[in-house]
């Protein structure tokens, strides 16, 4: 089977944002305590975050991360997680029905992230509270000094203000099972207030309004409509969720999954700009899907759990092989969308469906979708060159014409390099993949790289280091035509070096 990518130096989408490549951290299960945070583990530093996570956190160049929630966000006070550990109260976390501890907050995780070279992406809680607690939070975190909030921040430790730019107003306030669930109307006219009174407090700050938690949602749709009616003036981004899973053991299908996140992308887009056509607005509205991963393994094991335990082991997914191909796929997706996803988040970083994995008083190990985030996030960066992609196509169960390869191609004029990024979705067969483009000049491979030739379900759940990348060395870089051979059910990045 032969496939081609052709792009022109010319031809862009979009330069990317950054933060595309963000990702979460909610309190929830293990994702905090006994993740990121274990002041009792060897390697814990003086405030208890364990170095080795920061070590391998740092690896995965994420640039934002979304916190406190999440769900936890909907019934959460910020006020309790500032000020002498000892005196921080012990509550019941509603959303997750466990016990919060506060002894990680606002202080501490501004500090880990900043440790880990990542903005923070802080959500207000629109749930069980308003307008009136999000404008003092962000008082809290991002004003000089001088006033009640702003000063007691200096006094709990940090003299300098935060300075989060991101804010998220609320977490998947469409959904039944969020504490505080609004309709789309009483959402959007809460969202529209609390935006209007926080650039108030500072302008510089960027939001994001809920936008549905699915695309399989019945208010799908009407819910974009409606709250971006209402807040469309004062906001910025509109968020998106989705994750998907391999729960019918049918990986042509499982694999094609990445059309339907390309299909929920446009829809929204779609809906974005009908409102700005409806309100006469020059305004653009761009989306940020913070919450986007895998997620079906851990479901039935999570329904055994006792409730009301401190850092439960919850939505552990164990990850295997195919679902590396997959995150591979979602995250070419997003490459093809960079246009107007300007922000993204990988939920979630730690424990919890997450790419990497904690012990307790033990090691920290990468799973199988650490890789292909890991190589979009470093070498992902520049411009996203609209791709012309030749390839043979199946159908599965759910869609029509799915292509057997998944590519596209980012060209990072900082490192002069083009690099290509292709998963084959074949389950037995080989592609004779092509490379061609037009404005640019190819010196070398500097690097070729594939993850390929495992079992489907195999995991590094009990072997570390048994999924993990290979050295391709067959690819050939001749009179400005790349060409190499795409195992199937493979995972493939290639660098390619420009004059």
Not at 75 to 94: C, Q
Not at 156 to 175: A, I
Not at 388 to 415: L, R
Not at 455 to 461: I, M, R, V
Request: proline share 3%; net charge negative.
């Amino acid at each position: 089977m032969e496939a081609k990518l052709s792009i022109n130096r010319q031809n862009t989408i979009s330069k990317i944002d950054k933060r595309l490549y963000g990702s979460f951290i909610e309190h929830l299960g293990r994702a905090v305590y006994d993740g990121i945070y274990e002041p009792e583990h060897k390697d814990a530093d003086a405030d208890g975050f364990r170095t080795d996570v920061k070590e391998v956190v740092a690896e995965l160049n994420v640039p934002l991360i979304r916190y406190p929630g999440g769900n936890f966000v909907s019934g959460y006070k910020w006020e309790d997680g500032v000020g002498p550990k000892e005196t921080r109260p012990k509550k019941l976390d509603l959303a997750w029905r466990s016990l919060e501890t506060n002894q990680v907050g606002i202080h501490e995780f501004a500090k880990w992230a900043k440790e880990v070279n990542a903005e923070v992406n802080m959500a207000v809680n629109l749930g069980t509270r308003g307008i009136q607690e999000a404008v003092e939070c962000l008082e809290y975190c991002n004003f000089e000094g001088g006033t009640h909030w702003s000063d007691l921040r200096k006094k709990n430790g940090s003299v300098e203000p935060f300075g989060f730019k991101t804010w998220s107003l609320g977490n998947e306030m469409d959904g039944p099972w969020q504490i505080g669930h609004k309709t789309a109307e009483e959402y959007g006219r809460l969202a529209a207030e609390t935006a209007k009174a926080m650039k108030l407090v500072d302008d510089s700050i960027e939001l994001v309004v809920c936008g549905s938690s699915t695309s399989k949602m019945p208010t799908f749709g009407d819910w974009e409509r409606i709250v971006l009616e209402h807040t469309y003036d004062y906001v910025d981004y509109l968020s998106l969720h989705c994750y998907y899973g391999n729960k019918e053991n049918d990986i042509g299908n499982y694999l094609a999954q990445s059309l339907d996140m390309d299909r929920f992308i446009k829809t929204v887009v779609s809906i974005c700009d009908f409102v700005k056509v409806k309100k006469g607005s020059d305004k653009q509205i761009n989306l940020s899907f913070d919450e986007w991963n895998v997620w079906y393994h851990s479901n039935d094991q999570d329904k055994e759990l006792e409730p009301w335990q401190i850092a439960p082991p919850l939505l552990e997914d164990i990850y295997n092989f195919e679902d590396a191909l997959m995150v591979g796929c979602l995250l070419i997706t997003l490459l093809k969308n960079a246009d107007r996803v300007k922000i993204a988040c990988l939920a979630q970083l730690v424990n919890v469906i997450a790419p990497i994995m904690t012990e307790k008083n033990g090691d920290t190990w990468k799973q199988t979708i650490f890789y292909p985030f890991m190589q979009v996030s470093n070498y992902g960066r520049g411009v996203v060159l609209t791709p012309h992609v030749d390839s043979e196509t199946y159908q599965s169960k759910d869609f029509a014409e799915v292509p057997y390869i998944e590519t596209i191609a980012v060209h990072n004029d900082e490192t002069d390099e083009l690099v290509v990024f292709a998963v084959n979705r074949s389950q037995d067969r080989d592609i004779a993949f092509t490379f061609e483009e037009e404005g640019f000049e190819l010196e070398s491979i500097v690097e070729a790289t594939e993850l390929a030739g495992y079992d489907k379900k195999a995991t590094n759940a009990t072997d570390h280091d048994l999924v993990k990348l290979k050295e391709k060395s067959d690819v050939v870089l001749k009179e400005g035509k790349l060409s190499v051979e795409l195992k199937p059910l493979s995972w493939n990045v290639i660098r390619i070096k420009t004059k």
